[in-house]
């Protein structure tokens, strides 16, 4: 009879020693949704900087304030650095919750793990040494990231945050119906939906009201920010 230790059985044992020993898929770790089950939508709107205008969309700050509807923000260090007051002004909102978008917006794939920590960590430092404030959310600019990303995020205890419907809400040619299209298609239990509240969505404010008072409330959905969406947790009234 031949040996079971045949140097092939032994290869093979080793491969299934070493994959199973390896840590789960990186990707496991990027969030992209709430849990499937829980009746919360998360509205998220990213704070990149902007060349040009205002770069904060007053109206529909004034609209989710007004209407007391929960939202998280990711905030960029450039745009924070020209937005204090609007800094100020979402930070001090109760069911709002604040997040960070990198320092400059860079394309973190085209740099190295050490330059991608600096990007991903002058955000986080402001918010921190300036306003006192922990933010532990991070959403990638552009949603681009790579391994060495979502490692460097992981070390950072910070919590990595995608979306799973995307609302188009920066292009210029995109009327309010084909937003609102999209979301009737995609807006489920648990779907966290990027937006922008730097004032390049032109359609962003009428979206969101479509949202609030007629999508959601069809649907039995909640408004709710990142992190009670994450443990599908209601703000109290
Ligand atoms: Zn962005």
């Avoid at 840590?23 to 990149?48: E, K, Y």
């Avoid at 924070?80 to 069911?95: G, I, K, S």
């Avoid at 430092?125 to 460097?152: C, I, M, Q």
């Amino acid at each position: 009879m031949r040996s079971f230790c045949t140097p092939q059985i032994l290869g093979l044992l080793l491969t299934v020693l070493l994959v199973t020993a390896l840590p789960p898929r990186t990707q496991a770790q990027v969030i992209t949704s709430g849990p499937p089950s829980c009746p919360g939508v998360a509205l998220t709107f990213d704070l990149c900087p902007v060349r040009k205008g205002s770069g904060y969309d007053q109206a529909l700050i004034d609209y989710l304030i007004e209407q007391k509807i929960p939202a998280t923000f990711f905030m960029s260090g450039k745009w924070m650095a020209r937005h204090e007051q609007n800094v100020q002004a979402l930070l001090q909102v109760p069911f709002f919750e604040i997040g960070t978008h990198g320092e400059v917006h860079a394309h973190l794939p085209l740099h190295s793990s050490e330059e991608q920590k600096q990007e991903i960590l002058g955000p986080v430092r402001l918010l921190k040494t300036k306003y006192s404030h922990n933010a532990t959310l991070f959403r990638p600019p552009y949603g681009e990231f790579n391994d060495e990303t979502v490692n460097v995020v992981q070390a950072l205890g910070l919590q990595f945050i995608l979306w799973n419907v995307v609302s188009g809400d920066p292009d210029q040619a995109i009327t309010a119906n084909q937003i609102q299209d999209r979301f009737k298609r995609s807006v489920r239990k648990g779907s966290i939906i990027v937006m922008h509240a730097n004032g390049k969505g032109r359609h962003t404010r009428e979206v969101v009201q479509a949202l609030q008072e007629q999508l959601m409330p069809e649907r039995n959905l909640t408004p709710m920010t990142m992190s009670d969406l994450l443990q599908c947790r209601q703000a109290a009234p």
